[in-house]
């Protein structure tokens, strides 16, 4: 067995500096997470339960989790395979809503359009987004459906 991977975060909710919270309706949903020598993250509840929307919620981090771990297994895959990857965006989606009692991350879409560098293998390419799917960490730690919506492109020259 590999040895284990240890990562550490401290989230801090920052809303205090504004006053206790008292009552559901008037306390700062504000937090920072901070992790060793990066830049912190400055966040808060989704709008839809009074947080700020300038900054990011925890379902938009899910989501970046699953799109950026996604990304980072193709590449990876796709460079092994020989395949020369230009460019790769995702315009990723999750959807929560209530599943039986529960409010919950139920479907994840992810949408990358890729550029590959000329020869590639159109097949191969879009058989790499369930290999990379397979070995994606984060995918396999959630439980709801990731679907990968592919649009790849092969450049000429």
């Not at 504000?30 to 060793?36: H, K, Q, T, Y």
């Not at 990066?38 to 839809?48: H, L, Q, R, T």
């Not at 139920?106 to 369930?130: E, M, N, Y």
């Not at 990379?132 to 459906?145: E, G, M, P, W, Y």
Request: charged fraction near 25%; glycine fraction near 6%.
């Amino acid at each position: 067995m590999a040895n284990p991977h240890f990562y550490r975060a401290k989230v801090k909710w920052t809303g205090g500096d504004r006053g206790p919270a008292v009552s559901y309706e008037s306390y700062s949903r504000a937090f920072r997470v901070d992790m060793a020598g990066k830049a912190s993250i400055e966040g808060s509840a989704d709008p839809s339960y009074r947080g700020d929307a300038v900054r990011v919620n925890p379902e938009e981090m899910l989501v970046a989790s699953i799109s950026s771990c996604h990304l980072l297994t193709y590449l990876a895959l796709a460079v092994r395979a020989r395949m020369d990857v230009v460019s790769y965006e995702d315009d990723a989606e999750g959807i929560m809503q209530m599943e039986g009692d529960k409010m919950k991350v139920t479907d994840v879409i992810l949408r990358p359009s890729i550029v590959l560098g000329p020869g590639a293998d159109l097949d191969k390419a879009q058989a790499l987004h369930d290999q990379a799917h397979a070995q994606c960490f984060i995918a396999n730690s959630v439980t709801c459906d990731i679907r990968v919506e592919a649009m790849i492109v092969i450049r000429d020259s």
